[in-house]
């Protein structure tokens, strides 16, 4: 943007006078707004990477490490809003700000439950990200649970945040107490230039030789 300013800046003073001159930089306009798009698309890319890599995370240290095991399990049978909390502080450690859409379609808090104060955390975080967290106590629950969430999601009427925030994906997160059948889980949804993604956490999972034979039934 600011080598664009130094090259044509002058036109733009010149435009205010002259009804040819801001004819002639409508172009130039386009094509600045070509190579932003192009900028920022790049680094949406690096946003979801995060994102995606802080989930993959969080199923391994529920594998891993049992005392991590043991206060999400009691997180979850407590109740929804403190997995959401736990969730939305693990996606924190990784640059990554998840927030959820308020009834008013405003951007919330996960860990505080008020509305987000952009200024304070711009220049702390990778990212911004819409997330809506979920928890199925039975296998008859995941598909409902999902529909709910995106139904949640769907609420959401801000802009985005240029380049702070990724725009085309929104993540439908249930967490679970066992990982569901592989058919419980849906497959990514598009909706116009939406994506939601469908993310499983389960807190207690099954040995990999018992999984596999559970699979295979």
């Given at each position: 943007?600011?080598?664009f300013?130094?090259?044509?800046?002058?036109?733009f003073?010149?435009?205010?006078?002259?009804?040819e001159?801001?004819s002639?930089i409508i172009p130039?306009?386009?094509v600045?707004?070509?190579?932003?798009e192009?900028a920022?698309s790049?680094?949406?890319?690096?946003?979801?990477?995060?994102?995606?890599?802080?989930?993959?995370?969080l199923?391994r240290?529920?594998?891993?490490?049992?005392?991590?095991?043991?206060?999400?399990?009691a997180?979850?049978?407590?109740d929804e809003?403190?997995?959401e909390?736990?969730g939305?502080?693990?996606?924190l450690s990784?640059?990554i700000?998840?927030f959820?859409?308020?009834?008013?379609?405003?951007?919330?808090?996960?860990?505080?439950?008020?509305?987000?104060?952009?200024g304070?955390?711009?220049?702390?975080?990778e990212g911004?990200?819409?997330?809506?967290?979920?928890?199925a106590?039975?296998i008859?629950?995941?598909?409902?649970?999902?529909r709910?969430?995106?139904?949640?999601a769907?609420v959401y009427?801000?802009g985005?945040?240029?380049g702070?925030?990724?725009a085309?994906?929104?993540?439908?997160v249930?967490?679970s107490?066992?990982?569901?059948?592989s058919?419980?889980?849906?497959?990514?949804l598009k909706?116009g230039?939406i994506?939601y993604?469908?993310?499983?956490i389960?807190?207690?999972?099954?040995?990999p030789?018992?999984?596999a034979?559970r699979?295979?039934?």
């Open positions: 943007f600011e080598e300013r130094e090259r044509h800046g002058s036109l003073d010149d435009a205010r006078s002259s009804k001159i801001a002639a130039l306009l386009v600045l707004r070509s190579e932003l192009f920022l790049d680094y949406q890319e690096r946003i979801r990477s995060i994102t995606e890599r802080a989930f993959l995370h199923r240290v529920l594998v891993a490490n049992p005392r991590e095991r043991e206060v999400w399990l997180a979850f049978n407590e809003t403190r997995c909390k736990l939305a502080t693990h996606l990784h640059g700000f998840a959820k859409a308020h009834a008013d379609g405003a951007r919330t808090d996960l860990v505080l439950g008020e509305s987000i104060k952009i304070e955390i711009a220049s702390a975080v911004l990200v819409l997330t809506e967290w979920k928890r106590k039975s008859r629950d995941i598909e409902e649970k999902f709910e969430a995106r139904r949640q769907e009427a801000q985005a945040l240029a702070i925030e990724l085309r994906y929104r993540y439908l249930l967490v107490e066992k990982s569901p059948p058919t419980g889980v849906p497959e990514d909706v230039n994506t993604r469908h993310i499983n389960p807190i207690d999972t099954f040995s030789s018992k999984e034979r699979r295979s039934l």
